[in-house]
């Protein structure tokens, strides 16, 4: 079964721009979760997605969205660049079974963003 | 609100044991996760307890106190591969749903 895949893994970018990242989650997988790493923060979690709908939000500021597919399949979207948002974007899937199983998180190799 | 507290670094020798801990303060806690992470690649999932007591998997175990809020992650027989970081995380249910937050993780250096 083949992994969380995401597109493109490196990006460069100028201050004020915007910038979509995709990630296809693991076949069967209804969760896809996204999170910013940073050296100093830490996995920072951005937003969960399940069946097309946003079920979390993390304290983040409105220039970062996001959406979900029918296929399950993940967008985010950072508009409106500042250099602090260069850092690692990780998107995650999980099966997502409810309740108290495991639902263990697969993560993709990430986009590693720069700003400038 | 949600809090992770680990710590930042820690050091220890090939064939010996590390015990990394982990004390979280969530609202509606729903499980406790460990996850490795190799410089440069992406998190992978280690462990899982939702119950109190002490989860076995081969070299990896990890213990859970809810009522303490507190785990910790035992490696043992340590080798060189083991040098990574490892990231306490808790699911939290709350109105929206669930959430995982990720602690800042821990480095684990390996000498010889």
């Known amino acids: 079964k083949a992994g969380v895949t995401q597109t493109p893994r490196y990006l460069i970018k100028t201050r004020g721009q915007q910038v979509t990242l995709s990630c296809s989650p693991i076949s069967g997988h209804r969760s896809v979760s996204w999170y910013q790493q940073t050296p100093g923060q830490g996995l920072q979690f951005l937003f969960e997605y399940f069946s097309e709908t946003q079920r979390n939000k993390g304290n983040f500021p409105g220039r970062f969205s996001g959406r979900q597919f029918s296929n399950s399949r993940s967008e985010m979207n950072v508009s409106t660049l500042e250099l602090g948002d260069s850092a690692l974007y990780l998107c995650?899937?999980?099966?997502?079974?409810?309740?108290?199983?495991?639902?263990?998180?697969?993560f993709g190799p990430g986009t590693r963003l720069t700003v400038l | 609100g949600q809090n992770i507290d680990q710590p930042t670094e820690m050091t220890a020798t090939e064939g010996a044991i590390v015990q990394i801990n982990c004390t979280y303060q969530t609202s509606g806690f729903n499980g406790l996760f460990w996850y490795q992470q190799h410089a440069g690649e992406a998190p992978t999932f280690l462990s899982y307890n939702v119950l109190d007591g002490l989860e076995e998997k081969g070299r990896f175990s990890s213990f859970l106190s809810r009522s303490k809020g507190y785990s910790y992650l035992l490696l043992k027989e340590l080798q060189m591969k083991d040098s990574a970081s490892y990231l306490c995380a808790v699911r939290d249910l709350n109105t929206g749903g669930f959430k995982t937050i990720f602690g800042a993780g821990t480095r684990l250096f390996v000498k010889a």
């Open positions: 995650a899937s999980s099966l997502d079974s409810g309740g108290s199983t495991r639902n263990e998180q697969f």
